[in-house]
């Protein structure tokens, strides 16, 4: 009996063994412009730019916005252009 115990236990160590119950898997972001299709980033919108942007006036990393590397490079553009037009701040005060 003790045998089938320990065996149940090595064979659940055995089947998973990156499973570690304090860390649970992160559901992948998902890009918000390739969801939404009908969604296109302009760069004098400032709602919309807002939100790639963090308070300090950083750009926010693709991990933070989810978005995807063809459209983290078209936010990029977009912060930039919104920043030279003086729409968007380069720091916040």
């Known amino acids: 009996m003790a045998d089938n115990k320990r065996n149940k236990k090595n064979n659940r160590n055995n089947s998973d ?3 570690n119950p304090k ?3 992160m559901r992948k972001k998902v ?3 390739c969801a939404d299709k009908d ?7 400032y709602e919309q730019i807002r939100k790639f942007v963090n308070d300090k006036g950083k750009i926010l990393t693709r991990r933070a916005t ?3 590397a063809k459209h ?3 936010i990029t553009l977009a912060v930039k252009r919104a920043r030279q037009i003086a729409v ?3 720091t916040a005060e």
């Open 23 to 25: 860390f649970r898997k």
């Open 88 to 90: 968007l701040p380069y």
């Open 39 to 45: 969604l296109v980033l302009d760069y004098k919108n």
């Open 72 to 74: 983290q490079r078209d």
């Open 31 to 33: 890009c918000p412009l």
């Open 17 to 19: 063994s990156d499973y």
């Open 66 to 68: 989810g978005a995807c």
